[in-house]
Nanobody, 119 residues
């Protein structure tokens, strides 16, 4: 019913920038929080940034990454600057969505996009 599609990942040198995009489509009544998570092999998925009532960032990215939303398009973006090798991960889009007026909210995830920071 709902799909989240990410784009914008890739290979970048340390110090470079990337902008991730994610758009939600399908049966959507309202979108609550939207966020970006990341995961590296062998580790738990971690929150990078979330936009709901306010915004919150992981300590490791605060001041370098910026999350923004286009509510009209049900989209969320992550501008990543001054990238470091330790930012290398698969980045996942997350959204908390109410699909119809009469249903509760549910969590939805994108399939992920690879970000690699390497010389």
């Amino acid at each position: 019913q709902v799909q989240l599609v990410e784009s914008g990942g890739g290979l970048v040198q340390p110090g470079g920038s990337l902008r991730l995009s994610c758009a939600a489509s399908g049966t959507i009544f309202s979108v609550n929080a939207m966020a970006w998570y990341r995961q590296v092999p062998g580790k738990q998925r971690e929150l990078v940034a979330i936009s709901g009532i306010g915004t919150r960032y992981a300590d490791s990215v605060r001041g370098r990454f910026t999350i923004s939303r286009d509510n009209a398009e049900n989209a969320v973006y992550l501008q990543m600057n001054t990238l470091k090798p330790e930012d290398t991960a698969v980045y996942y889009c997350y959204a908390n969505i109410q699909t119809t007026r009469y249903r509760g909210v549910s969590d939805f995830w994108g399939r992920g996009t690879q970000v690699t920071v390497s010389p």
